[in-house]
């Protein structure tokens, strides 16, 4: 059964930076596309950033690039997301998603989330 | 970017109904389309693939359609656990994009 936990969340000030995990297992990690998709407080979905499996590319949401930084350790079967110049609209429940096939694809398994809030 | 939009934003029907979810991109992206069913404080699940594959384990009076920019959800006999706020998503490039979501509530 493929599992993702998804640590690192927090509360955080305007400015700040953090760092998420998502521990993966019950797959071959290193065979798979990761990915990080957010969510707002009683809103929709949006994609964040995606990590081929060899980690040899990187693909971020227009408004988050040169802020975060995703990066994955397939020897510890795990996914990071570095976080930094955090801006109020990042506050999120950010979730790590499975790629299904191939680099740009659905999402077959999530984590349960964590969630990011940034004070003004 | 592809924009996706979903209607109708929320969608009120009765157990045993026959209910249809819409999702228009705003250019073709050929078949590139998944949907997801979201119940309140879960991760979504992934129901459909390629716009109309159905992923294992998903019950079978569930089904998508379409290609181009035009595609639909249907669920065709209304089951009390449907409730739930659906989502397309469109994987023809980057950036990915979803949809704004349909709530779908049972009478």
């Known amino acids: 059964e493929v599992q993702l936990l998804e640590s690192g969340g927090g509360l955080v000030q305007r400015g700040g930076s953090l760092r998420l995990s998502c521990a993966a297992s019950g797959f071959t990690f290193s065979d798979y596309a990761m990915n990080w998709v957010r969510q707002s407080p009683g809103r929709g979905l949006e994609w964040v950033s995606s990590i081929s499996n060899v980690e040899d590319r990187t693909y971020y949401l227009d408004s988050v690039k040169g802020r975060f930084t995703v990066s994955r350790d397939n020897s510890r079967n795990t996914l990071f997301l570095q976080l930094s110049g955090l801006r109020v609209e990042d506050t999120a429940v950010y979730f790590c998603?499975?790629?299904?096939?191939?680099?740009?694809?659905?999402?077959?398994?999530w984590g349960q989330g964590t969630l990011v809030t940034v004070s003004s | 970017d592809i924009q996706m939009t979903q209607s109708p934003s929320t969608l009120s029907a009765s157990v045993g109904d026959r209910v249809t979810i819409s999702c228009r991109a705003s250019q073709s992206i050929s078949s590139w389309l998944a949907w997801y069913q979201q119940k309140p404080g879960k991760a979504p699940k992934l129901l459909i693939y390629k716009a109309s594959n159905l992923q294992p384990a998903v019950p079978s009076r569930f089904s998508g359609s379409g290609s181009g920019s035009e595609f639909t959800l249907s669920i065709s006999s209304l089951q009390p656990d449907d409730s739930a706020t659906y989502y397309c998503?469109?994987?023809?490039?980057?950036?990915?994009?979803f949809g704004g979501g349909t709530k779908l509530e049972i009478k």
């Open positions: 998603a499975k790629g299904f096939r191939g680099l740009i694809t659905a999402f077959d398994s």
């Open positions: 998503q469109q994987y023809s490039g980057f950036s990915l994009t």
